[in-house]
């Protein structure tokens, strides 16, 4: 908190610039000035807790905003993610159905089914005994190196904004103030 004297001796401008020394003035109906307690007034107390009111509800609206923005966000990540996974078990039906007809796929792919379900790469297999006979056709790989790694991003939980404001308020007093003193408050 910042105090600086008006035109009048009696009174000095008081700055606050955040919630905490607003809180701190209104629990203790005081302010401290020049190593003096004022004592607040009713009028000042009542203009100070609607600053406070103020403050609470412009940083409540931040955080919804900010909260809305995250929430959007990580909704699109996990629209993402399903994207990925229903296309990768496209992928891996396809390389089942390949195999069952008895074509020819890449180690890999066949690696990758496996990996996903053992049980369905063995009826896959024993499809593919009942078909050896037919032609075989040979693929190229559905699954690419980069398929299968994650860029999974770490988030530290939310970050909000800070609330800038300045509540300067009138304090009646009887000892002058220094001007531009900066207390605790």
Do not use: W
Not at 164 to 179: C, N, Q, R, T, W
Request: aromatic share 4%.
């Amino acid at each position: 908190m910042k105090i600086n004297p008006t035109e009048h001796s009696s009174t000095a401008t008081a700055i606050f610039t955040n919630s905490a020394q607003i809180t701190r003035a209104l629990n203790k109906g005081s302010v401290e000035i020049n190593g003096d307690t004022v004592e607040l007034s009713e009028e000042a107390m009542q203009a100070l807790a609607k600053a406070q009111k103020e403050a609470d509800e412009k940083r409540e609206s931040i955080m919804t905003q900010t909260l809305a923005e995250q929430n959007a966000a990580v909704a699109k990540q996990q629209a993402e993610a399903c994207e990925d996974y229903y296309t990768s078990q496209g992928k891996l039906m396809e390389i089942a159905r390949r195999i069952a007809k008895g074509d020819i796929v890449p180690f890999s792919d066949e690696q990758k089914l496996m990996e996903f379900s053992n049980d369905l790469y063995q009826m896959a297999k024993q499809a593919a005994l009942l078909n050896r006979e037919k032609e075989r056709k040979k693929h190229d790989a559905l699954f690419k190196k980069e398929d299968g790694q994650n860029d999974s991003s770490t988030s530290d939980g939310p970050s909000f904004p800070s609330v800038d404001y300045e509540v300067k308020l009138e304090i009646p007093m009887d000892v002058p103030a220094e001007s531009g003193t900066d207390t605790d408050g």
